[in-house]
């Protein structure tokens, strides 16, 4: 008996790397995110991980941090942060911007580790 694949990982990451291509972000930073595929890949993380991270960068680069990657400053990420945080976004949604994981927050002065919810209160 075959297995029916409900959720199909695989085609989720392929769909998201045709999302990428089609992007209207600069080439550049196309390449920065299928390079930070490589990297997820390396660290070990799974296909659904992979695929959300690369979506929410994605969607990150359109909405709120346009322009070249490697021309992000410190004060240009937090004024993107800040303007995601002051968004219509679900709670939810935001925190899988800032966080790319399933519960807790990035914060600054704890080196990307998980925190309390209070995470923007470390901004300089």
């Keep these: ?40 890949v390396a660290e070990g993380l799974s296909l659904p991980r992979r695929a959300k991270l690369l979506q929410h960068c994605l969607m990150f680069n359109r909405s709120f941090m346009p322009g070249l990657f490697r021309e992000a400053s410190t004060d240009s990420i937090w004024d993107a942060v800040i303007k995601l945080e002051s968004s219509k976004l679900a709670p939810w949604t935001k925190q899988g911007y800032t966080s790319g994981q399933s519960s807790g927050s990035l914060s600054p002065a704890s080196g990307g580790d998980r925190s309390d919810d209070d995470s923007l209160d470390s901004a300089p």
């Design 1 to 40: 008996m075959q297995r029916e694949v409900i959720h199909d990982y695989e085609r989720r990451l392929e769909w998201q790397y045709r999302q990428i291509r089609k992007a209207g972000i600069p080439e550049e930073n196309k390449e920065v995110l299928i390079a930070f595929d490589r990297f997820l």
